[in-house]
């Protein structure tokens, strides 16, 4: 693989470092596929500051209840666009009694209601409808879900938080400035045995740690492309996510056409590809036929390694891995790899899962139908499980023997859910090691508490090595190591009906007078405060992890049925990670009641006390008092709302960062007020210091490039220091000044 250092003009579909006579650099940016997508979805007219409107949108039941209720909070009567409501996240959770389909029979009510689209629990996983159902090409979606992408059927597909969704839902755009362009230059094919995820991991592998893909667009062209299925592109394209690039976008052939031929759509196919000369940001060059089944180790998807190379240092690599993981768990529990080495040198693993919209889909679950076919998993501590990614899919692998191939060789056959992606299904027993075709494997992310004493270790790798290993007993084994020859899937046939009779389409058909049904979990977002003149905040949780994820922010798993309770869930914000972080952001607003009710607490009568002696004089009545966090680089991982919004549940105001790991986290923390300062100066800062901004609404509005800040220590030291919020449109700093997205609505 080959990352080119600078850009790259692709001329007549071959890449080159210097442009071809006569064009410029400005000219050929318009070549490539992604520049056209966004063109005909502008609304502003111009190309380097986006105001977009998307063909449709989609959420699943973690984030759609929020998502109605702030958009009904800001006046929407209607969904004024397709709206995709899936139920593939808490459908399984048994957590908080009716909890879970009183959201079901909510999000059904309001697809009456506003006309909009129900998925059913266990129909689909979110992404895999969305293939199927409403992707097409040059359309743009936008999702609630980090891995919204369905670049490889021609779609560019984006996931945010809640707010960006809301935004939509009442008539506003999205706003960014025009992404950069990186090129995915494909050539050769697979090798016997390698898989989507092994392709997918190889570029994250490759990309996340060095920035080189973030916040732009990957494009995947090249003469490799013609030599991967639909099913194969997607579960590439899926994972695009973990690179931290903003979307992706592939060109289209006789595979996409039939595609959507097959899935009752030909009209959704047209032909894209690049310009005769098309100009790129950076290009990654990769031959498929160098790429080898691997694996990715605790605890990122970036971690990544050759099963082949693994087995040969198992030692060193399995004691660095855990090392590294040890250190990220910072002494709370103990991550124990190197044990999973056996007396013959294998390693054992003692589960393996393939589920969701990366791993479930009809090829790879027939590959491993084919790799198991007669054999046995073993009645050992090793299990297998497999989710299907939707139920058509389902249905054609009863009808080709797939299921009862996998179902003979002991392995259990679920229903179509997301839950081993993010910490509600089969969550692994202490100790253990699990290997799983799903998204992610961040800290705790399969369901275990370190708080508590839990731990379990999750690696990633393609549905193919996993059967292999499960054939194996659990003992880790590359699929080409069994695979001698290229496995072709029999035919697929998708049955609508299957959705026809299920789901229900309201859209274009809205029934004004339909009550919404309100289970007694579901809360509407208590009032937020708008930004006062002056700000002082204090830092009650620092986290100098090197990067700091969304699942740490507020974890995944059991705490998934309580998100259409903002205050519930609030008391889970950070509970994996720093534990003393709610009682210490609960105490700040207590002080700030306090303050608003004319009674100054002591703790802030001391920090004034503390800054008049240094010559600032701060104003109870214009100076709220919120919480804050440091973190390196928060907001890698999921686009949920929650791990902003939560912090603003419990009076948070602002994020001290040195970066931020995604646009869609940095846009929560905008969306819910939640000020996200930047600072050269981290070591400025300690946990329990108080920080004021003085004249920070005025420097907000006015789009100062540095604002003034003051850390005030515990024992009254003063320390200057300046901060930045970095580029933010007018609308932005309008919301940040209004306090949260739902009362910029009401001013504006």
């Known amino acids: 693989m080959k990352l080119w250092p600078n850009g790259m003009y692709l001329v007549n579909g071959r890449p080159q470092q210097e442009a071809p006579a006569g064009t410029t650099e400005a000219e050929a940016r318009r070549g490539t596929i992604a520049y056209g997508i966004l063109e005909a979805h502008n609304t502003s007219g111009d190309m380097e500051n986006l105001r977009m409107k998307f063909d449709s949108m989609t959420s699943h039941d973690i984030t759609y209840v929020g998502i109605i209720q702030t958009a009904r909070a800001s006046g929407m009567e209607r969904f004024p666009l397709p709206y995709v409501m899936t139920n593939c996240h808490n459908s399984l959770c048994a957590v908080g009694g009716t909890i879970n389909e009183d959201d079901h029979q909510f999000a059904l009510s309001a697809a009456h209601k506003y006309g909009g689209i129900y998925v059913p629990p266990n129909m689909a996983v979110i992404h895999s409808y969305n293939r199927e159902m409403m992707a097409g090409c040059g359309r743009m979606i936008l999702g609630s879900d980090s891995h919204t992408r369905y670049g490889a059927l021609g779609t560019i597909a984006v996931g945010e938080g809640g707010g960006e969704l809301a935004k939509q839902l009442v008539g506003r755009t999205y706003d960014m400035?025009?992404?950069?362009?990186?090129?995915?230059?494909?050539?050769?094919?697979?090798?016997?045995?390698?898989?989507?995820?092994?392709?997918?991991?190889?570029?994250?592998?490759?990309?996340?740690?060095?920035?080189?893909?973030?916040?732009?667009?990957?494009?995947?062209?090249g003469p490799g492309v013609a030599n991967l299925s639909a099913d194969y592109r997607n579960g590439i394209d899926v994972m695009t996510t973990e690179t931290t690039c903003w979307s992706s976008i592939w060109q289209t052939d006789e595979v996409t056409r039939q595609y959507f031929a097959e899935h009752g759509r030909p009209d959704a196919y047209r032909e894209l590809a690049p310009a005769d000369v098309a100009y790129y940001d950076g290009c990654i060059e990769l031959d498929l036929s160098t790429v080898e089944c691997m694996i990715a180790l605790p605890m990122h998807p970036s971690y990544a390694y050759p099963i082949r190379e693994l087995k040969a240092n198992a030692r060193d690599i399995l004691y660095e891995a855990q090392q590294q993981a040890n250190r990220q768990l910072a002494g709370r529990v103990q991550m124990d790899l190197v044990s999973k080495i056996q007396p013959d040198g294998s390693i054992y693993v003692e589960q393996g899962v393939v589920a969701g919209c990366s791993g479930g889909t009809y090829e790879n679950i027939c590959a491993v139908a084919e790799i198991l076919r007669g054999k046995s998993c073993g009645n050992g501590a090793f299990k297998f499980s497999v989710y299907p990614d939707s139920m058509p899919t389902y249905l054609e692998l009863v009808k080709n023997g797939a299921v009862a191939d996998i179902v003979s060789a002991g392995g259990i056959f679920r229903e179509c859910f997301c839950g081993p992606c993010f910490g509600a299904g089969d969550t692994p027993a202490n100790g253990e090691f699990s290997i799983r075709h799903t998204t992610r494997n961040f800290p705790n992310r399969e369901g275990s508490k370190p708080g508590e004493g839990q731990i379990s270790a999750v690696a990633l790798m393609d549905a193919r090595s996993i059967a292999a290993t499960a054939a194996n007993g659990g003992r880790l084994t590359a699929a080409s190591e069994v695979c001698d020859h290229e496995y072709t899937a029999p035919a697929y046939h998708f049955d609508q009906g299957v959705y026809d009779k299920r789901v229900y389409n309201g859209w274009g058909r809205p029934e004004p007078e339909y009550a919404l049904k309100f289970g007694p979990n579901i809360k509407d977002w208590p009032e937020q405060p708008a930004l006062s003149d002056d700000l002082l905040v204090k830092v009650v949780s620092y986290i100098t992890d090197p990067v700091t994820t969304t699942d740490e922010l507020i974890p995944s798993?059991?705490?998934?049925?309580?998100?259409?309770?903002?205050?519930?869930?609030?008391?889970?914000?950070?509970?994996?990670?720093?534990?003393?972080?709610?009682?210490s952001a609960k105490a700040v607003q207590v002080m700030d009641a306090a303050r608003r009710n004319g009674a100054l607490p002591e703790e802030i009568r001391k920090v004034y006390a503390a800054l008049e002696k240094a010559g600032f004089h701060p104003v109870p009545h214009?100076?709220?008092?919120?919480?804050?966090?440091?973190?390196?680089?928060?907001?890698?991982?999921?686009?949920?709302?929650?791990?902003?919004?939560?912090?603003?549940?419990?009076?948070?105001?602002?994020?001290?960062?040195?970066?931020?790991?995604?646009?869609?986290?940095?846009?929560?923390?905008?969306?819910?007020?939640?000020?996200?300062?930047?600072?050269?100066?981290?070591?400025?800062?300690?946990?329990?210091?108080?920080?004021?901004?003085?004249?920070?609404?005025?420097?907000?509005?006015?789009?100062?490039?540095?604002?003034?800040?003051?850390?005030?220590?515990?024992?009254?030291?003063?320390?200057?220091?300046?901060?930045?919020?970095?580029?933010?449109?007018d609308a932005e700093r309008q919301i940040l000044a209004d306090g949260c997205l739902i009362n910029y609505y009401k001013n504006h």
């Open 557 to 583: 798993g059991e705490t998934s049925s309580f998100r259409s309770n903002p205050l519930r869930l609030a008391e889970f914000t950070l509970s994996r990670k720093d534990p003393a972080y709610v009682p």
């Open 622 to 729: 214009s100076t709220n008092v919120g919480s804050a966090i440091f973190a390196n680089k928060p907001g890698d991982g999921s686009a949920r709302e929650q791990a902003a919004s939560c912090q603003r549940v419990l009076g948070g105001a602002a994020n001290f960062a040195c970066e931020y790991a995604t646009k869609r986290y940095r846009s929560n923390c905008i969306n819910w007020g939640m000020l996200p300062f930047l600072l050269d100066t981290p070591d400025v800062l300690e946990k329990g210091d108080y920080v004021f901004l003085p004249g920070v609404r005025a420097a907000l509005l006015n789009a100062a490039e540095n604002i003034e800040a003051v850390a005030v220590k515990p024992d009254g030291e003063v320390t200057r220091f300046t901060v930045r919020l970095g580029d933010m449109t």
């Open 177 to 221: 400035a025009r992404p950069g362009v990186v090129a995915v230059y494909l050539t050769g094919k697979p090798n016997p045995g390698v898989g989507p995820h092994d392709v997918a991991l190889a570029l994250v592998g490759a990309t996340y740690a060095n920035g080189y893909v973030k916040n732009k667009v990957m494009e995947f062209i």
